[in-house]
């Protein structure tokens, strides 16, 4: 029996996902099965590390030893084979605060900013919300596979645009980015003067064979030309304690992205992140080899499944993360009555589709971060409401 399998009792604990289920899906008889944190526990050294910080008893102002800065950069190298320099690195809550921060730094209001839907579907709330200007540059979606539209993207770079915001992976459809295919996209932007901001939080979570290209590793070039937003909150399951890393190789972009923060004063650590953080990169690299293995064999077993018991849905295979996107447009069912089919029939929290952005519609977002048994609940449950929609 592996870790991953025991089921963690999540309800009451203040979880996003277990405790607001009733509030959002109208039961509590719903599966939660949607926003992106895993069902398991952290590593043992993340845990141990935070329960020694609170004996400790004083939680006064926190500061960065080198030591967090070394465990950073370490990981960046010996994972990703990506060499940073400790100046690059700066430090925001979250990943999201963290791209309105960096719009703010970046861009004036009413500037054009690209993204690829569908794609993470704050990242154009944050762009809208901060009175900026969405312009999207779908992906293109051909048997059964995504991939960039590099024709658009050099016409809509031509006609202007600040930024792009790229997921590297790309959540909600699972892409692991090829370096060709980042060297590619890079090239258009660095041409048309426009700095890419890399959300890579999910670049830790990867299927067996995939190989993450961090964007500024891939040349000087691309480097000077963009942010990378990272955390170990995806990769170790600690998106509570709000810690994540955005690291700013070139100078005028980072005093940019600097003085914002001291503007805002958020400057300081959260003590508790700060030692999970250091503790995850240090000695978190077996637990995460571990968590892939398990991931590919919950994958497997969600495709095995589909293809078996509901074949009227498609699993889009994902290269990364550990959320699987699920063609469901088979079921012949409106974007209102597949979101209800969902909740209402099958009994599961997922994420629609549509709330991605345009090319969502008749999709829905599936986390397989959970112990099997519960994966099959989820997956019995909508294969059970699928059996009635054909009786
Ligand atoms: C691509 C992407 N960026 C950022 C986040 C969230 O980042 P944070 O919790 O650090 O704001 C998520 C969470 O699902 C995500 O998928």
């Known amino acids: 029996m592996s870790q991953f399998d025991q089921v963690i009792e999540r309800r009451n604990s203040g979880s996003v996902k277990w405790d607001l289920v009733e509030e959002l899906y109208g039961s509590r008889d719903v599966l939660p099965m949607w926003v992106a944190d895993m069902d398991f526990h952290a590593p043992r050294p993340v845990v141990e590390a935070i329960v020694a910080r609170a004996q ?33 690195i700066g430090f925001s809550p979250g990943v999201v605060p963290g791209l309105a921060f960096l719009l703010y730094a970046l861009s004036e209001p009413g500037d054009k900013i690209i993204i690829q839907p569908p794609v993470y579907h704050p990242f154009a709330f944050t762009i809208r919300e901060n009175d900026r200007q969405i312009v999207n540059n779908p992906l293109i979606f051909e048997d059964g596979q995504y991939r960039m539209d590099f024709e658009d993207l050099r016409q809509k770079a031509h006609d202007g645009a600040r930024l792009m915001i790229l997921c590297s992976p790309h959540n909600p ?4 980015w090829t370096r060709e295919e980042l060297q590619r996209l890079g090239e258009i932007c660095i041409q048309h003067g426009i700095t890419v901001i890399s959300d890579e939080i999910h670049s830790d979570l990867l299927m067996p064979g995939q190989v993450h290209t961090p964007f500024a590793s891939i040349g000087e070039e691309f480097a000077q030309n963009s942010v990378v937003c990272t955390a170990p909150s995806k990769t170790f399951n600690l998106a509570g304690l709000q810690t994540s890393i955005i690291t700013i190789p070139n100078k005028e972009l980072r005093d940019k992205f600097n003085a914002i923060m001291n503007r805002l004063h958020l400057g300081l650590p959260n003590t508790f992140g700060l030692a999970a953080m250091e503790a995850a990169y240090r000695f978190g690299g077996e637990w995460l080899d571990e968590l892939g293995g398990y991931l590919s064999e919950n994958l497997a077993y969600l495709t095995a499944f589909f293809e078996r018991e509901a074949p009227q849905i498609k699993v889009v295979q994902p290269q990364g993360t550990y959320l699987a996107w699920l063609d469901c447009r088979e079921l012949g069912l409106s974007t209102e009555e597949l979101s209800r089919f969902m909740r209402e029939d099958a009994k599961v929290g997922l994420d629609d589709g549509h709330i991605f952005g345009p090319g969502g519609d008749g999709f829905e977002r599936i986390n397989i971060a959970c112990p099997r048994s519960v994966l099959q609940d989820g997956l019995q449950r909508i294969a059970g409401a699928v059996r009635k929609l054909g009786a």
Do not use: C, K
Not at 58 to 80: F, K
């Open 173 to 176: 459809i699972g892409r692991v």
């Open 56 to 88: 400790h008893g004083v939680y006064g102002y926190t500061m960065r030893p080198a030591s967090v800065y070394e465990a950073i950069e370490d990981w960046a190298r010996t994972r990703h084979n990506w060499t940073i320099e400790r100046e690059w």
